[in-house]
């Protein structure tokens, strides 16, 4: 990834809504998140495609605060990328590094949410944010 992810880019839409405060959990947010990716000292780069989810309630740590969602989501993104891309070989194709990045993400993103995941963008309705590319919809750090 170039840069630094803010919490701002984590542009959560509800798409379950927590209509039963009766249960120990419910709920969801999501968002897509479209982060250039760039390997090396080359010029080589390309889109790193993954969707984040979180409940918006949870058995383990009741409910979850907008704003701690987004913290969590983006300090977790940011050392899952310096790992995976400080560990990257030369020549390593970026469709890897994006399955590796991912699937370091969602461990250390459920360490600070339970429930949490990361993977392809599926959820329908969900915002598609950019970031590392200069678009007009990619928020202000």
């Known amino acids: 990834m170039v840069g630094v992810i803010t919490p701002e880019y984590f542009r959560f839409r509800d798409v379950v809504a927590d ?29 790193c495609k993954f969707e984040v989810g979180v409940p918006i309630r949870n058995m383990k740590q ?10 969590a989501a983006a300090s977790m993104a940011n050392r899952a990328a310096r790992m ?4 990257a070989h030369p020549g390593e194709m970026f469709a890897v590094l994006c399955t590796q990045f991912r699937g370091v993400y969602e461990p250390m993103l459920r360490t600070q949410i339970a429930g949490a ?3 392809e963008c599926r959820t329908e309705g969900v915002e598609i944010v950019p970031f590392g590319i200069t678009t007009a919809s990619e928020p202000t750090p």
Request: net charge negative; hydrophobic share 35%; with cysteine.
């Open 19 to 47: 209509d039963d405060p009766s249960l120990p959990s419910g709920g969801w947010r999501a968002v897509c998140i479209h982060a250039q990716i760039k390997h090396g000292d080359s010029e080589a780069r390309t889109v």
């Open 62 to 71: 009741g409910e979850i605060p907008l704003e701690a969602a987004r913290f």
């Open 84 to 87: 995976v891309l400080s560990q």
């Open 117 to 119: 995941t990361v993977g």
